[in-house]
């Protein structure tokens, strides 16, 4: 903490604040890549005929999202349970897909 923000606490806090923001931007954006790559992946499945649910490859990705979680220093429940919430909702998609309902 520089000692301008130490006098400024208001100040400091608008400076985080201001990070914050930026880093959910950055994150939204992320969210709406991965899931255009992943509505082509459903797409793909329904093409061939592939079942919308992969267990193997979400088990492979459960224990990579915990291990990038322990490198960087995340709770490595949160980031599964993150993982879960975001393929469940994939999942979804590729039903919807396979359905003809996108």
Known sequence: MTADSHHDPMRELARLRASI???DA???HLLAE???CTKAVGELKARSGLPPADKAREAEQVERMRALA???DLDP???EQFLAFIVTEVIRHHEKIRDGRS
Do not use: E, G, L
């Open 77 to 79: 429940d949160f980031a």
């Open 26 to 28: 950055a994150v939204i």
């Open 21 to 23: 923001d930026n880093i």
């Open 70 to 72: 322990r490198t960087a």
């Open 34 to 36: 991965r899931f255009k």
